[in-house]
């Protein structure tokens, strides 16, 4: 089993910036990715960005350039950094674990976390 806290959303001005935090507990190891999911209300969840075992990151066209995906291995947290924020990135932003033990895939989940840019 894999637990996810997110944190670091909040209500921030156009053009300002957010840092979110993902902090994974229990089998770390197994865990292969860790990406970041956003749901706007009425909106399906979409990939934001995600970082690899290996450290290599993939991101939304919407936020390259603007957002980046980091890690801290020691304190198994991956991180959002956000800048340069549209109200168009307002949502609940959770993040998603992927673990490949024994070949069977699971996926888990936090809690979410909202973020509102007003203009």
Do not use: H
């Not at 979409?46 to 350039?65: F, P, Q």
């Amino acid at each position: 089993q894999v637990q996810l806290v997110e944190s670091g959303g909040g209500l921030v001005q156009a053009g300002g910036s957010l840092r979110l935090s993902c902090a994974a507990s229990g089998r770390t190891w197994s865990i292969n990715g860790i990406g970041w999911y956003r749901q706007a209300p009425g909106n399906q969840r979409t990939l934001v960005a995600v970082i690899s075992r290996d450290g290599s990151t993939n991101y939304a066209d919407s936020v390259k350039g603007r957002f980046t995906i980091s890690r801290d291995n020691a304190k198994n947290t991956v991180y959002l950094q956000m800048n340069g924020l549209k109200p168009e990135d307002t949502a609940t932003y959770s993040c998603n674990a992927v673990t490949a033990a024994f070949g069977v895939r699971k996926d888990y989940w936090g809690q979410g976390t909202q973020v509102t840019v007003s203009s």
